[in-house]
């Protein structure tokens, strides 16, 4: 049974009382437009691009203060399920042609079947593409995330960063997000935040801050924000074209 990845969408989830903020700031900053709400307490929304296939999703949470999560749309379900769970992965919620899962250092990510055809990557939108979801990890479970990732995507490309607290899995050319893997400097729960490629990382950050982002913080090679919703984010300093980091990562 073939378990291969055919699309990926990354996953905002916003506290619901902010769902709205979060939705007219992040079709600002991607230039889409939604779909209709979904959901039994029409908690999901699509970032549909012109031209292109989603890669983006809204979800109002209702406790917490929010995050990312991995969405995977694969051949066949099941099949996924099974190698997730034999690499270590609880099933949180089955369902016939979808399930929610949790991975050994507690991150949430989805599966869902793919009936489409060949999909088509949204472009690059004023030197920005959101490309990255950051999975950030205890020191305590990194190295058995990292595994955990590398062995369930066996189609990617799973790399370590020049710098030892980071490590990649990245897809083939075509699919929209890749995994950015950072071991954390504390022990603490697993949390997971989107990122963007800027060709200039000050320029993004001014008209993030019209859109009403605010800063946070300066990395080396990226500005971590706060959209209008109150989730974080980081600005990274990366080919938005291509995805390629500096030399230091």
């Given at each position: 049974?073939?378990?291969?990845?055919?699309?990926?969408?990354?996953?905002?989830?916003?506290?619901?009382?902010?769902?709205?903020?979060?939705?007219?700031?992040?079709?600002?900053?991607?230039?889409?437009?939604?779909?209709?709400?979904?959901?039994?307490?029409?908690?999901?929304?699509?970032?549909?691009?012109?031209?292109?296939?989603?890669?983006?999703?809204?979800?109002?949470?209702?406790?917490?203060?929010?995050?990312?999560h991995l969405d995977f749309a694969v051949?066949?379900?099941?099949?996924?399920?099974?190698?997730?769970?034999?690499?270590?992965?609880?099933?949180?919620?089955?369902?016939?042609?979808?399930?929610v899962l949790r991975s050994p250092a507690?991150?949430?990510?989805?599966?869902?079947?793919?009936?489409?055809?060949?999909?088509?990557?949204?472009?690059?939108?004023?030197?920005?593409?959101?490309?990255?979801?950051?999975?950030?990890?205890?020191?305590?479970?990194?190295?058995?995330?990292?595994?955990?990732?590398?062995?369930?995507?066996?189609?990617?490309?799973?790399?370590?960063?020049?710098?030892?607290?980071?490590?990649?899995?990245?897809?083939?050319?075509?699919?929209?997000?890749?995994?950015?893997?950072?071991?954390?400097?504390?022990?603490?729960?697993?949390?997971?935040?989107?990122?963007?490629?800027?060709?200039?990382?000050?320029?993004?950050?001014?008209?993030?801050?019209?859109?009403?982002?605010?800063?946070?913080?300066d990395g080396a090679g990226w500005t971590?924000?706060?959209?209008?919703?109150?989730?974080?984010?980081?600005?990274?300093?990366?080919?938005?074209?291509?995805?390629?980091?500096?030399?230091?990562?």
């Open positions: 049974m073939s378990r291969q990845v055919l699309w990926t969408h990354a996953f905002m989830d916003r506290p619901v009382d902010r769902f709205d903020r979060a939705c007219a700031f992040w079709t600002a900053v991607t230039d889409t437009r939604l779909s209709g709400l979904r959901g039994e307490r029409q908690e999901f929304v699509t970032l549909l691009p012109e031209k292109a296939d989603a890669c983006l999703k809204v979800q109002g949470v209702l406790s917490g203060e929010g995050g990312a051949e066949d379900v099941p099949a996924f399920v099974e190698a997730a769970r034999g690499l270590g992965a609880e099933l949180v919620t089955p369902h016939e042609r979808w399930a507690g991150q949430l990510f989805c599966v869902h079947a793919w009936g489409r055809g060949e999909p088509v990557r949204p472009p690059v939108v004023h030197d920005t593409r959101l490309d990255q979801v950051c999975l950030d990890i205890a020191p305590s479970r990194y190295d058995a995330e990292v595994a955990f990732w590398s062995a369930l995507l066996p189609d990617w490309e799973s790399v370590p960063g020049s710098l030892p607290e980071f490590h990649f899995v990245r897809p083939g050319p075509g699919l929209p997000i890749r995994i950015l893997l950072q071991r954390l400097g504390e022990e603490r729960e697993t949390t997971a935040h989107l990122d963007l490629a800027c060709a200039d990382i000050g320029t993004a950050r001014a008209r993030h801050e019209e859109l009403g982002a605010e800063f946070v913080a971590v924000m706060r959209d209008p919703a109150g989730g974080l984010y980081c600005l990274t300093g990366r080919d938005p074209e291509t995805g390629g980091a500096p030399s230091r990562y």
